[in-house]
């Protein structure tokens, strides 16, 4: 994907995320994220737009301090028209902190504002239990972006002793990954190895899943389930 076709995804997911907000109500809780209702949730991705707004705007090479204003519904739509801006009238190769690989910070902070976008709508379509599925061909990205990107930085806890594998399947398109935890960390590979546990099904439902936010029912899983469990419990993303 090139970052027109990001800004076009992040247009989109932030219109459903609001729209779903509105649906829900600023005082409903958000089953995806538990101890969260619609309004911290606004408060947080909206947070995250202006900050990335201001990371592309600044050119600076170190990151910037981010605020998180509490937000309303109008205030998340007014956050997301900004970091649109930001993203469509920057230059190519714009000069500013990023913090995974990307062939350019534009690229990053265009692919990673759209993911972000497209995971928290889900959280807030959770809360009226009217949860949209992904497109495949997104959701293979943002898999690859999780897996090489997210977690093939060093430390954190998701690893495993003795060491656990997963092998994970699209049935809607050719893609196919391999996760390994092992003691001192954990490694990915493109295609699907012989490992612990094999799940299959739709790529959005996939990314579903190894972002924590539904289970695998419906999905095949053949193996130890205790690996998805290990899974569920140290593969997280916290915000420093």
Known sequence: ????????????????????????????????????????????????HRWAAAQ?????????????????????????????????????DVTCWAFL????????WARRQAHEAAVHRVDAESASDSVTGVPAGFAVDGIDELLFGFFSRPGGRLVADPPRSMALRATDTDAAWTVHLEPAGRRFIRGAEPADLTVTGPAGDLYLLLWNRRDATG??????????????????ITWR
Do not use: N
Request: one cysteine or more; hydrophobic letters at 45%.
């Open 101 to 108: 690989p990307a062939p350019s910070p534009l690229a990053f």
């Open 219 to 236: 999905l095949a899983v053949d193996g130890d389930p205790g690996v998805l469990d290990l899974w569920r419990s140290r593969a997280t």
């Open 56 to 92: 592309v705007r600044s050119g600076q090479p170190e990151p910037l301090a981010a605020a998180f204003p509490e937000q309303t519904l109008d205030g998340y739509r007014e956050s997301l028209r900004d970091l649109l801006d930001a993203l469509t009238a920057a230059a190519p």
């Open 1 to 48: 994907m090139d970052v027109a076709e990001y800004v076009k995804r992040l247009r989109a997911e932030g219109e459903r995320l609001a729209e779903a907000a509105g649906w829900a109500g600023l005082e409903a809780p958000v089953p995806t994220c538990p101890g969260w209702c619609i309004a911290d949730l606004l408060t947080h991705v909206g947070g995250v």
